[in-house]
Every structure is written in structure tokens, then in C-alpha cells.
């Protein structure tokens, strides 16, 4: 097992320049999130149609507490989340597996990182098919190895989810020393640049790039940007494809889930795409 060993205050990307301080940019992305997913913007709604009911302004007071009951309504009783979410997981489809795998990146989210902090376990998330299909990948792929690409999050103090995704390999029988470690990123930005460095991957070699589907075009186009080359291999889808646009009264807090992962993506993209970091809106194949 290696780790990625340099602080993040020793690093600096020296692609293209950008105007913001890079050690801030995972942490105004994660406030910014905080603010803006739906069920926060359904809160502060609710909230200031309250306090402006209370000034006497209650038309304003209505918009927005009809506003708060609408976004409400959209995220948890139709299919907005996955009409939203299905060109994201279609953008790449899984190849024919190679006779030969070199090497895996499987991306961190997969693994529920406050609890594996506490419990030293492997507990897997929602999203931690992404996990599943890269520990399938690498038992069956025996000389191939495994970069495991996953930090401390930022605004949170707990274990680089890394270091879980290592115990859970290690469980399933992969040797210690086919799993190289990148503890230290902690956006998928970083991800791609640390990943890189550890694989040391050179030309003619084939790395596979396992991640959730919805999160494929992002991490594609920053992996391009990182230069390095990987066959996108899907995971963890959440849509079939064919919900279509409809009321779906059933299981709210999923839909809720759904359309807030989606909103998040699209969000993510459009930020990367405007600071630079990919160079298309929605990568494709």
C-alpha cells in the first residue's frame, strides 16, 4: 500500500491559472451546496415568507412560501430528479471488458465516512456500488491495480475515506500491495491530479475509471484535464431511463435524494465548467 504523502499546503496545480486560491475552492463548493440544494432553499423560503408575514408584506410572504410548497411538491412527487439525472448517467456507456486491466481508480463517495471513522468498519453509502463493481473488477483482474482516490472532506474532521475502501478490499482478499492510497484529495478534481501521480501509468496501459454514472461526465472531463487517459466504467446507476416526466407519489424521501444529487451535478458541472477545470459543460464520449 502507498499513500499520497505531500500536504495540501505543499501542493500546487501549475496547469492554468486561476484567479481563486485552489485550497478554497472544495470548501466554497460544499457551503455553496449547503445554501442552495432544495430542501435548504425549501427552509429559507419558508422562513423569510414568515418573517415578511410578520412586516405585513404578505403577498411577498405568499410567493415564497408558494414557491417553498412548489420546489417541495417538484423534488418529492414527481419524477424531476431522474429526468434531471438520466442524460448524466447515459453520457457513457460501460465498454466490453478489456482481456487486460493495468490498473482500477474507483472514486470516493461510496463509503459512509462518519461511521467508518467511528466503527474502523467499511459501511457502504448509496453510492457505494461504485465500491462493489471495483472489487468485483479487481478479483477477477488479479495483476491490475487498484488506486483508491478518496480525502478527508472538507468543512468535515473524519477518516479519508481511502483508508475504509482499503480495509474492504484487503477483506475481500486483494494483496496490500496492488492498492496505492490518495487519502489527501478531497474533490474529484484532485482526485484525477493525485491519481495520476500514483498510478505512474504509461502509454499502451489500460486503467479503468470506476463512478457512480450520474458523476462519469464530471470526472471524464477532469481526468482529461489531469491527462489521464481511462475508460469510464459506470456504476451505481439511480434511473432507469425511463421514468419520463410524471407524478410519482411513492417513496418522496428517494425522489427527494434523487433530485437533490442531480441538482448537485448539473451544479458541479456548470462550476468546473466556468472556472476552468473542464472544457466542455457535459463531457461526452
Known amino acids: 500500500m502507498s499513500g499520497l504523502g505531500f500536504a495540501d499546503s505543499e501542493w500546487r496545480w501549475q496547469g492554468e491559472q486561476r484567479c481563486e486560491d485552489p485550497a478554497l475552492f472544495p470548501y466554497l463548493t460544499r457551503i455553496f451546496w449547503l445554501l442552495v440544494q432544495p430542501l435548504s432553499l425549501v427552509v429559507l423560503l419558508l422562513v423569510a415568507g414568515l418573517a415578511l408575514s410578520w412586516l405585513r408584506r404578505r403577498w411577498i410572504s405568499r410567493v415564497l412560501l408558494g414557491l417553498a410548497l412548489l420546489l417541495l411538491f417538484i423534488c418529492c412527487f414527481t419524477t424531476f430528479g431522474y429526468v434531471l439525472i438520466t442524460p448524466l448517467e447515459q453520457r457513457f456507456e460501460r465498454p466490453a471488458e478489456p482481456a487486460r ?11 459512509d465516512g462518519e461511521v467508518n471513522s467511528v466503527r474502523g468498519g467499511y459501511e457502504l453509502n448509496r453510492s457505494g456500488d461504485r465500491f462493489v463493481e471495483a472489487l468485483r473488477l479487481a478479483l477477477i483482474h488479479p495483476n491490475a491495480r487498484i488506486v483508491i482516490a478518496g480525502g478527508p472532506a472538507a468543512l468535515v474532521q473524519q477518516e479519508p475515506e481511502a483508508r475504509a475502501g482499503e480495509r474492504l478490499f484487503e477483506a475481500f482478499g486483494v494483496a496490500a500491495d496492488r492498492i496505492l492510497l490518495d487519502d489527501q484529495s478531497r474533490n474529484t478534481e484532485e482526485n484525477a491530479q493525485f491519481a495520476k501521480q500514483l498510478a505512474g501509468a504509461t502509454e499502451g496501459q489500460t486503467w ?3 463512478t457512480s454514472a450520474f458523476h462519469m461526465p464530471r470526472a471524464v472531463g477532469l481526468f482529461r484535464k489531469a491527462d489521464f487517459p481511462v475508460v469510464p466504467w459506470p456504476a451505481d446507476y439511480l434511473a432507469s431511463g425511463a421514468e419520463g416526466v410524471r407524478i410519482k407519489p411513492d417513496q418522496s424521501p428517494e425522489n427527494m435524494a434523487v433530485s437533490s444529487i442531480a441538482l448537485r451535478e448539473w451544479a458541479g458541472l456548470l462550476g468546473y465548467y466556468l472556472t476552468g477545470r473542464i472544457d466542455e459543460v457535459l463531457p461526452g464520449p
Open 101 to 111: 486491466i493495468d490498473g482500477i481508480v474507483v472514486l470516493g463517495g461510496g463509503l
Open 208 to 210: 479503468l475509471l470506476v
